[in-house]
């Protein structure tokens, strides 16, 4: 913010960056060229402090990864049937849910996890981190989505006070103009 030059920390296809908690830490989702000529994502984090980059062990075929604290973070398998955190105290993995996910997002405290389910029956529910317990919100079955066609899912965000948005599909598209004055 006080100026300077931008800085490259990466010469590879990238997307998915996060901030840790303490904002030391860029989580960066590092896209990954496999033999089978599918790409997949593998987790590293680059340390604004040292300014060096490290890959996050046994990250192959995870994305989307997000920060819960300074020391854990929490990503997907390439398939999104599974969530996984990874506890940078330990260097090991552990499985957090299963299940069949469209998309995910931290609530602005980290206290939770908020997702989409897909299928049939899509919900939007939560996992709280103290106890591992998921709480369905509400389901989407009956909400017009809009169905993100990058992700090909309903995207989910989070107010600052916890509550869940959504995009609605209302029918139509408005384009509006707004034209400023500067003094």
């Known amino acids: 913010m006080e100026g300077g030059s931008p800085q490259k920390i990466l010469d590879k296809d990238s997307a998915g960056t996060n901030w840790s908690p303490d904002s ?14 599918q790409n997949t994502w593998s987790q590293q984090v ?6 060096k980059l490290s890959a996050i062990p046994s990250s192959v075929g995870l994305g989307g990864g ?25 260097q090991k993995w552990s499985d957090l849910i299963a299940g069949y996910f469209v998309n995910w997002n931290m609530s602005p405290d980290r206290k939770y996890f908020y997702f989409v389910t ?6 939007a529910q939560r996992l709280r981190f103290s106890d ?3 709480e369905t919100i509400t389901t989407l079955k009956d909400l017009h989505r809009v169905e993100d066609s990058v992700e090909f ?4 965000n989070v107010a600052p006070d916890g509550s869940p948005l959504f995009t609605r599909d209302i029918g139509s598209q ?10």
């Open 46 to 51: 680059f340390d604004l402090r040292t300014g």
């Open 24 to 37: 030391n830490l860029l989580l960066v989702g590092v896209v990954v060229h496999l033999p089978d000529r």
């Open 66 to 90: 997000e920060w819960i604290t300074s020391d854990s973070m929490v990503a997907a398998t390439r398939d999104q049937k599974k969530f996984r955190v990874f506890d940078f105290n330990s």
């Open 174 to 183: 408005e384009v509006y103009a707004l034209t400023m004055k500067w003094p």
């Open 153 to 156: 899912g309903t995207q989910i």
């Open 132 to 134: 591992r317990q998921i």
């Open 118 to 123: 897909g299928g049939a029956e899509p919900k």
